[in-house]
């Protein structure tokens, strides 16, 4: 799909230059496209072989609680305790990531929790509708299931402690329903009895896989015209009549704008355009099952455990956890390993050979918000990363309002929230 690597020659007159062709990169492009833009995109790799060939899958509309919060921040040291547990942090890395450990626990403040509970919940109104939209007319209906998701708590307690996030999903019009007994396991069948609750989700969806999904809207992009170039860009740079993208192959690449969509490696990027974003990499694992691994009948959450077991098209993936370890380091695939057991555990009868691991770098923020605005050095050169556990599911809001920012209109929703200068 992806054309050779060149010099700004075989591009010709670049109207819109987006780099990073992850499902961000994509979904921004295919709404620049909507509008008439003529789109490049451009990926050091092929498309979609970041943190959005991997994920989970889901459309987790209903997620608008941050991360970092006072119920985490409780948890936190017990999680920390067990280095195969939903939290890690590699001993070496702590020095490099203690600065961001800091605004995380300050945004754990009840004030900052609730604030980034709100613009995040009228972001995935933004997703639910434009996701909805991009699904239609990409014709993808066909890879989208609609069967809602099933929270499962082990104790009455654990489901207590969750109901203020519950309360608040309320507040935000977010529909759920707490379950037990029957009606459990009709949602889902097998499940240990070590589960005495769930809550049921019926608006989260997940894709059939999200590597077929972001490939299947790259190709959309190419058939209504627009083109997928492989270079690496070191530096992003304001010129007089746009945008100079310098190349690690010696060429540079001239646009009239430009979009950075390089999920977990933006930092350095908007560094050089004057914008110091704490961006850092929660590390997420996970294995994927060969189908028919176990009749697992929509979304699994683990809450307590940090993860989820979600039916694929591909198979049955198991999987979740956040490392702290940086971009650098090599996986670590026991926690894929220790997920799965623990999965063994919830599900008797789940046959657990055959799998295949990964490790994918979510792009996060300490406020578990994104970054989406324009530059300091240039309005010519918008942001869009940083979306954390949730860039399949924000993807298409993200489009639509970097379509808005390139376009110079107000964007459909207040963005403040997300601003790239807001820390
Ligand atoms: C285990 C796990 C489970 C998850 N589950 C879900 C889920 O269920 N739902 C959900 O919504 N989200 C989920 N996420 C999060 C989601 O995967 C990410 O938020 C999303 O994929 C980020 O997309 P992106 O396009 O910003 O980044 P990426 O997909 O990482 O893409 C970035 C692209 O930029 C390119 N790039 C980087 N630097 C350069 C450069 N200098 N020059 C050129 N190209 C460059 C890379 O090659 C890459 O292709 C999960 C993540 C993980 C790890």
Redesign the pocket.
Known sequence: MAEAAGDSAQHGDIDVAI???????IAAASFLQDEGRDVLL????EP?????FG????F?FSDILPLASPRIMRKAPRWLIDPLGPLSIPPAYLPEILPWLIRFWRASWPDRVRGAMVAQAALMRLASREMAALVAAAGLDGMVRSDGSLELYEREAELTAAMPGWDARAQEGIAFQHVRGAAMADLQPGLSPRFVAGTFVPGWKTVSDPYDFARALAARLVRRGGRIAR???AAIRPVAGGVALDCRDGSSIMARQAVI?????SRS?ARALGDDVPLETER???TTLPPGAFDIRRQLIFGGHGFVITPLSSGIRV??AVELGGLARGPNFARSEAMLRKAAGFLPGLKTDGGRQWM????SLPDSLPVIGASRASADIVYA?G???????QSAATGRLVADLVAGRAPVLDIARFSPQRF
Not at 19 to 25: K, L, M, P, S, T
Not at 42 to 45: A, V
Request: net charge neutral; glycine share 28%; charged share 10%.
């Open positions: 780099v990073g062709a992850g499902i961000i990169g451009i990926d050091r790799g979609a072989q970041g943190a959005s994920n989970a899958g889901a987790a270079h690496e860009v969509a390089c999920g977990a490696w990027l997420g694992y996970n999987g979740g994918g770098f979510r792009p990363f979306h954390g556990h949730l860039g399949l599911t």
